[in-house]
């Protein structure tokens, strides 16, 4: 599990690795906008180390910390290798990300599946990396005959070029939710509490009085079904405490106001000598 | 599901929408580059509507087509809209993405959940969106209350601002996996196959008969275990019969190679009148 640390804004976001996270390599890269995007990426993620095989345009480039949003951590640490041998030499176990298998024989896996390994091989104390190809071409033959396993998104198989850093943000993502236990569906109530059937119940009972009060359940026949809707309706999605007193002033609010109404047309009717039943 | 067609490159790649895929809503977006890139990763992920309301700098721009990288059917066929209100009116069902959920009452959905539910839903025939904010700010108070839900990555809580088109891609690619049944793991052989336990023994008998014949299992006592731990080796991962082929290959030319270097010393060492046990 990583800990990031975030103490300022001067030179980026304050992020250290704490934990052993994988290595993102990015190969022969072209692009300056492409390396800063993959920081960003990264740390959205959660990954802090990033290396670079031969980028096409040298190393430091500007651009580069301009599209990485505070990122600038894991820019300035970024090591840099001729070549992919040197830059997996101290790894135990190395991913190629590749759009299309050629002909080869290679265990492929999912980016959802790769990271679960991911998260089991650096829990075993192993140093991993994940090798992104350069932008034009992807991975060639010989990076891939480095690569312990292929990972292989399964998108859309008529437009697979994914961005550079759209791919690594794909890997940031799974890597770090693959430990996460959010609940796929949550009411956010922050100040209040969901309401209990108790609260529901006292509030239905005042809907119900002002209702048959004004009138709009005087039809005893419907009236039980009219009644049973309204709760159906009421118990449909999850509600809050502060929301059903918030509809109860809504409720008293109208009620109110359509007794002051009638009231002041009692008084206009009698003025004027009209009644209404 | 969908199904994609592509026939040409001339203006893009010849994206279609087939079946009922969920809009993607830019809410007030800043940079073109962003809208390109959006298109692109809804492309990857097998979406196609794009809406975009009151983008700052107008619709259309040229910037958009150049980071779209071929996804132009996509932006040919974006709609804009003044107004959230405007631009959801036909809707359903409205997903809004979130980074921080503020002090509201709302259904919170993870990225994963979100798309399951958008999947049930528009199996149902029903339309659904998901709203995107602007670069800077994202999402304001008043978008947020037009959505059923919120979705929010669990990410990086130290580094949670993504870039627009990286978050519409982890939507797009949770979308485009909901329903997919890649294996999460598989061994790509293209021509030959995963090779057979017999036709493993079959390997295993010629490698223990010329490492018997070379003496590099002389040793009695340890031969049994020797022969075991290169079992294990050879079954640690899966193996296909074409590998196997080679592996017999390289261990026959070895064994000759070293049968001919061995005649060779014989005769060398006849002819200097040496021998050796």
């Not at 759009?99 to 024989?105: D, F, L, N, S």
């Not at 192993?126 to 998104?153: H, Q, S, T, V, W």
């Given at each position: ?12 976001a304050d992020l250290h690795p704490i934990g052993n996270t994988p290595v993102v390599i990015l190969v022969r890269p072209q692009l300056a906008e492409n ?149 796929p569906r949550e009411l956010m109530t922050n100040e209040t509490h969901i309401a209990t059937k108790g609260e529901l119940d006292n509030f239905m009972r ?72």
């Amino acid at each position: 599990m990583e800990a990031w640390l975030m103490t300022g804004r001067d030179g980026g976001a304050d992020l250290h690795p704490i934990g052993n996270t994988p290595v993102v390599i990015l190969v022969r890269p072209q692009l300056a906008e492409n390396i800063g995007a993959t920081a960003r990426a990264m740390a959205n993620g959660g990954l802090f180390h990033l290396r670079l095989v031969a980028p096409r345009d040298g190393w430091p480039q500007e651009r580069a910390w301009r599209s990485a949003s505070g990122a600038d951590r894991l820019l300035e640490a970024a090591e840099v290798f001729e070549n992919v041998d040197d830059a997996i030499a101290d790894l135990h176990h190395v991913f190629a990300t590749c759009p299309r298998p050629r002909h080869i024989v290679k265990t492929v896996m999912t980016a959802r599946g790769g990271s679960a390994e991911l998260r089991a091989m650096t829990s075993r104390g192993l140093k991993c990396g994940i090798l992104f190809g350069p932008e034009r071409a992807g991975l060639d033959n010989e990076d891939m005959a480095r690569a312990d396993a292929l990972i292989r998104y399964p998108l859309n198989p008529d437009f697979m070029s994914l961005n550079l850093s759209q791919a690594v943000m794909v890997m940031a993502y799974e890597w770090c939710i693959a430990t996460d236990s959010t609940p796929p569906r949550e009411l956010m109530t922050n100040e209040t509490h969901i309401a209990t059937k108790g609260e529901l119940d006292n509030f239905m009972r005042q809907l119900v009085k002002e209702l048959d009060e004004c009138g709009f359940l005087r039809n005893e026949q419907k009236r039980p079904g009219m009644v049973r809707n309204l709760r159906h309706f009421f118990t449909r999605g999850e509600v809050t405490e502060q929301e059903l007193r918030t509809l109860h002033g809504v409720i008293s609010e109208l009620a109110t106001n359509r007794r002051r109404k009638d009231k002041a047309m009692d008084i206009a009717l009698t003025h004027s000598g009209e009644t209404e039943d």
